[in-house]
């Protein structure tokens, strides 16, 4: 074994491109300490105490904030006391928008409270709020259909959120969040109002990040609550006009500084070859960033932490990067493909980890067609955790997709988003969200993943340059 | 049977005061319509309606706000336009406590918001807050025992509240939410935070009513959300002083008027004696009573309406009686016992449904010992529908508890209460969390205990002299 270990070491940077596939498979040694791996952390981890800190130490964290500068810093010292090589921040210039205040109410035909949030993003309202009657739709084409009655109007986009394991029901609605306020006021509506793109029935609106069309005027936009959402929806069955006023005190601010936390555990062999984890550091403002994504990066620290603590460290260096700025802008993302665009061709594969801290049913992969025995390998090993699901597409996560320019093969943690959606974006989110045993199991396959990657003889099949750009 | 009927009929009042158990049984074709009632009711009603049109047309309703008398219209056009004979508003004069606004945070060891609502009756803090150090207890014992590190402090009582189907773990918590604020200013604290009287883990405190002592000094006092009460647990955990601001606007206004809003359906034989089915029309401020109580409303305005529905009106008067003020003075309770004191004798019971919108699965009773008998006949016609636990004791409910000076029998619709203190005077108290089949279910059976009591030949044993005081 130590031969053939010895010869691939041989064959340097040529053999983690043009490897054929069988030789990135894991020899059963090697396995059999994935699989050791996998059972210790599973059977229980640290990787809460992570999310704790974040959550207790730095709570809401969107980027630019006070707890964004807070988060830095608790992510820096969980690092270094882990005992992690080559801690650091990596500088981002990241854009700040700050909520100040926010209320809404029916005004006609009867007088209710409305709990609602700015959509990250939007402008404010005047100061004395913004009154309207109401105009409900389904869907754009019903928008479409109804363009003539928007002048003057606010818009409500009445869409509900799927429940879904795989939290596609997230990507069908989540367009109305995103362009829904620009498509309206293409029509001449004065606002825009959305049910809260969530699956639960709690009177915690979900914010999210919405983006204005440049050729449209700006109006403000925000989430009702379900609760509301419904109540509005109710109303407007019983056929009289409805009016609603809102205020939004919230907006864009001058650029601000944030980073990407970074820690390292060097490879024994190649250590400039680099098995990325990666999680964001950043979260929106309503919560305490517990779920999202606090339990990406306990995922990541833990798991690289667990992996460190093997009796050997792996072939290659496990580097965990905790991306700044995720939600609103991708900064965090975009810099470090742009700062680390000539090592890319060194990173052998990234993980990201951003789907809450649910049990991971299996992990997404896109990389070239030679690297899929590798990760068939890799998701039997995580079959006695029930965790063995593969999909081949998509981009590993937002924070990672942008490696993709060079050819790095994307890899996402498939946790179990059933009741993701319950809490995104909310005040909810918090570190009572958090159930340990679900995030000590993802924890253990995303170091089974990791620790796989970074020690197979070859690195797997990167991904064909013909596809090395993201459809949007 | 008829003879046997009219025989009873001539014996007139005195039969409802000293009857032998037996006479005041059903017989077996009383029991069939009883039966057929049950199963027409839990197959399907009407009572979401009720409870809808309370929500969405009038919404938070604390006594002597505009959702108060915005309550006391949309019940009243509910009852005429269901046909209820003698449908009428009595004047009620009610307290008026007020909230404007609320907001908290954790100022040290680190800055985090915390979600927070002023319990009923509190005063305000100064316009600026109050800061302080937080002493945490989980009692009152360790408070007496930290009595002397408390002036100056805020007094954080961290007291867990049990999830039970009874609703048992609310009495053993909620004495915290009643008197702490007192019991903690005693002691030289100047605020008191409770973890919210709860079972949920959302970031929506609990309100409800507190009293003050008038012997001790009044201190602002308010529940924070459970996540809130865990993050505060944790940080006085980690060991370094914890200090929260907090600002409450809020306070007493001027008594105002509101009503009992009361519907009949007229017995066809004894119109003068009365089976009262009583719920709260009220309810606090921050959710739009669905299930506290506007459940109950549908419920006992369900069964009355499908009881006038039958073939034949029972014997006696239904009343439907939906009281003023339950959550912050029991003003309407006490008006209807004052009010109707000389009727009480003629009251052959009273039901309360104030226990949410869960299946109905049994009832309590408080009566004479003689009435045993008709109770067990009652609760194994509800097996059917799961709903015969009869538990002896208890008082009904708050708004029905003063006519025990009148000795009417006082019965206790037992909702399961498993999730109910999830949603208990919070924000989340709206329309969605009503399951249908379940108020159904809870109408069916309420409707069988109300018919039955209606109809049986001779009213059930009152409650002895000797027993007729409330405990407090």
Redesign the interface.
Known sequence: MLQRLMVLATLGLAATIAAPAEDSLLSPAAAATAAALRDRVAAGSRASDWV?DL??????RLAGS??DR?AVAVALEILKSQGFANVRAEKVIVPVWHRESESGEVTAP????L?LTALGGSIATPAGGLEAEVIGVRSFDELDAKKDALRGKIVFYDVRTARTRDGSGYGTSAVYRGSGASRAAKYGAVGALIRSIGTD????PHTGGMQYDKDQPKIPVAALS??DA??VA??LE?GKPVRIRYTLDCGDRPDAESANVIGEVPGRERPGEIMLLGAHLDSWDL??GAIDDGAGCGIVIEAARQIAALKERPRRTIRVVLFANEENGLAGGKAYAAAHAEELARHVAALEADLGGGHAYGFSWNAGPGAQATFKQIAALLGPIDGATLTEGDYGGADISRMIAGGVPLLGLLNDASTYFDIHH???D????IVPKDLDQATAAAAVIAWSLAEAPASVERIPAARRKLPW
């Not at 918090?430 to 969200?433: A, I, M, N, P």
């Open positions: 704790k959550n207790d130490l730095a709570g809401p006070p707890g807070a009867v007088a209710q409270k709990y029935t709690d009177r915690l379900i609760p419904d109540l109710r109303l019983r919560g305490r909310t005040a909810n918090t570190f009572d969200k």
